[in-house]
């Protein structure tokens, strides 16, 4: 999980270079990705976990932010 959870920003970072629109929507395509695989993740191991852990809650929610967040860039991006 912290694999796919730092790839998020890295990725981005690199999309922030992009060396065309093209090249910084794939990107943010790649940070979708990252972060959907992050948020599924979390839920394995809240489901795991079994117990109210506010922590994991709030990390759920904030992946959930985060991947509606690139769904839109992603959306929004004219090519």
């Known amino acids: 999980?912290?694999?796919s959870s730092t790839?998020?920003?890295t990725n981005y970072e690199e999309a922030q270079a992009g060396s065309s629109k093209a090249d910084f929507k794939n990107?943010?395509?790649i940070c979708l990705k990252e972060a959907r695989?992050?948020?599924y993740w979390l839920r394995v191991l809240k489901?795991?976990?079994d117990?109210?852990?506010l922590e994991l809650d709030r990390l759920l929610k904030?992946?959930?932010e985060i991947k509606k967040i690139?769904?839109?860039i992603v959306k929004n991006t004219n090519l």
């Open 7 to 9: 790839s998020v920003g």
């Open 51 to 53: 117990d109210k852990n």
């Open 27 to 29: 990107k943010c395509k």
């Open 70 to 72: 690139f769904g839109a």
């Open 47 to 49: 489901e795991l976990l």
């Open 37 to 39: 695989e992050s948020n």
């Open 62 to 64: 904030e992946s959930l």
């Open 1 to 3: 999980m912290s694999k």
